[in-house]
């Protein structure tokens, strides 16, 4: 009895926590809303950086608008509840028990399902083009991964044109700017992975597997590269930059390998 009096006490008029509860709520959704629109401009990554850019940066925007919009709506659904379904002053300890409302079932199982079918097909509409092999490439880059740096070869300029980092010194990858690469990735012991934050790839180094990767850097600068895959004791050592140069330069550096064997 005692905590029912208390309980009273504490609920104010119920038509009058509906009108502030609604108010709450209209206020709150498009602050939400456009607080989630503003942040969509990269979200981590800018623009045009590479060919994988041009693909990635819309469904990774994408996705977080839908998770925004499924975000405000549950949280909507979570608050209607507590603010229009409040214990009524002479109400009975429990409210009424829903069990089996077969619409409202379906509704909450139709719906994730198109979310996540939604998503999917964009995703693999994505990656289709992304993971593409063609045979427009310009040039070929191996990158093969190593217990715990990496060698870049550049076949172009000779079977010998290896460069081989350390932890304690990072290789550099020098890549051509607006041309189309074609990265051959593979390892020489555990699984890697080949990743550039900046560019939005990543693909394995696998042992025993070849894979292949093509897109094109399109801004001059360096970025930094690492390895996304815990491959040992010194993964967090596994560095380097990726260097995009112009064409001329590329083919400059492709001269040192030759000069050097020669
Ligand atoms: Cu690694």
Partial sequence: ?????????????????????????????????????????????????????????????????????????????????????????????????????????????????????????????????????????KHEITVEGIQWSWQFGYPEAGADALVTGTPAQPPVLYVPMGEKVRYTITSNDVVHGFWIPAFMIQMQNLPGVTNHLEFTANKLGDFPGRCNILCGRNHSQMLFTVRVVTPDQYKAYLETFKGSAA
Avoid at 62 to 91: E, M, N, Q, S, Y
Avoid at 102 to 131: D, Q
């Fill in 1 to 137: 009895m005692q905590r029912k009096r208390v309980l009273r006490s504490i609920l104010t008029p119920m038509s009058l926590t509906k009108l502030k509860g609604l108010r709450t709520l209209l206020l709150l959704a498009p602050v939400l809303v456009l607080t989630g629109c503003s942040k969509v401009s990269g979200l981590g990554y800018e623009e045009g950086l590479s060919s994988v850019n041009d693909q990635s940066l819309s469904l990774w925007q994408g996705a977080w608008i839908t998770a925004g919009v499924v975000g405000v709506i549950t949280l909507i659904l979570i608050l209607w509840p507590a603010v229009f379904h409040r214990g009524k002053k002479d109400g009975p300890e429990f409210p009424k028990q829903t069990q089996y409302n077969v619409p409202i079932e379906i509704v909450y199982t139709v719906i994730p399902f198109i979310i996540v079918a939604v998503l999917f097909y964009y995703t693999a509409k994505k990656e289709t083009v992304i993971s593409a092999h063609t045979d427009t490439y």
